[in-house]
């Protein structure tokens, strides 16, 4: 069970007033708040063990360094990854597809190939490799989903063909909330040999990760959106797909020798750290998960959810609203329309009670597309969320519409 008081004292920002309101946080799926405990060890790393890794052999530096590799130990077992060299830490979401679209793009992928991506993908997951296939002279395609912003699977098997090459997929929709069914888009894309890339940065802090068990060749997140701070991110590889794939950029730590005649580049998962990592940010995950972790994944999964269904039964009932897309599988995210009032308007009277959303494209400009809207009005929710604050985004939606009427 969830101790929601001894919760929300972790969080000294949702003691924020707004306009004189008491804040009203729901906009975690853009980013989370940081409870005390990863704020005050990210002043304790840098007043007790503060300095560069894999450099110095002196105290600090080899400590630092320990604290470094416990945090990829940490994510390792947090994801459930076969080994901890298979853990490369990024500076988010973006930075890890960019590093796979680079590297595997450069191995992997020719003239003609085709890349998957379903099209209510966020800009991260489409980008990178549309920037990769004008490289390549490859193909890009989209994955339909349907009404309910769920893929339509048998559309999914008959764009697969041996010319596919990788399928990049988010577990869950940041602009629907649909959790897909990875396993089973994992499952069909592995009988034409494509490797698939899932984006987590949605579902990471949601439900527990098993990167064996979904069979995923990379999995990718963000640490801002599970409690640690900004500019540290993991890219999960399939350790066999990672030594085949080239550097993604050169530079100090990613090399065991070098000389102009040759440079050697370091095994997993250096060779893949160019520069001084965020070792910083490293630490603040190794907290961030440790905290979750004493929590519950499963506790915090199962209040989500109790705090979500509570939403849609209360949103529901307001006239004009309109949910975009009912999915079977929703994790962490409403999205809805306000008939005849614009979003950002919406937003911006209910950012004046204090409560914050998001409005918007939510970075999913083909996914509006596909709905035919312009953008839409996006709730998010942290298991520090309560009903009470979903009451407070209900009386607000209702004063919006009383104020167009
Ligand atoms: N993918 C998804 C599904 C997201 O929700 C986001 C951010 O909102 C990203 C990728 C990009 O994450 P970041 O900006 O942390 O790199």
Known sequence: MIDINKIRNDFPILNTKVYGRQLVYLDNGATSQKPLQVISSVAEFYSTINSNIHRGVHYLSSKATEEYEKSREKVKTFINAKSSAEVIFTKGTTD???????????????EGDEILVCETEHHSNIVPWQMLCERKRAKLIKIPVDNNTEIIMEEYEKLLSSKTKLVAVAQVSN???????????????????????????????????????LDCDFYVFSGHKIYAET?????????????????????????????????????LPLKFEAGTSNYVGAYSLLKAIEYLENIGLKEIAEYETELKNYAFEKLSTIPGLEIIGNPKNNSGVISFTLKDIHFYDAGMILDKMG???????????????????????????????????????????????????
């Open 175 to 213: 602009a629907f909330g649909t959790i897909h069914s990875t396993e089973k888009i994992i499952e069909k894309a592995h009988k034409f040999g494509a490797k698939v890339l899932i984006d987590g940065a949605q579902s990471i802090q949601h439900f527990s990760t098993d990167v064996q068990k």
């Open 231 to 267: 500019g540290i991110g993991v890219l999960f590889g399939k350790g066999e797909l990672l030594s085949q794939m080239p550097p993604y950029q050169g530079g100090g730590d990613m090399i065991n020798s070098v000389s102009f005649e040759k440079t050697e580049y370091a095994e």
């Open 355 to 405: 409560i914050a959303v998001r409005t918007g494209t939510h970075c999913a400009e083909p996914a509006m597309k596909r709905f035919n809207i312009l953008g839409t009005i996006r709730v998010s929710f942290s298991f520090y969320n309560t009903k009470e604050e979903i009451d407070i985004l209900y009386n607000g939606l209702l004063k919006v519409k009383q104020m167009f009427e």
């Open 96 to 110: 890890s597809i960019n590093l796979v679209a680079f590297s595997f793009g450069e191995k992997f992928i020719s």
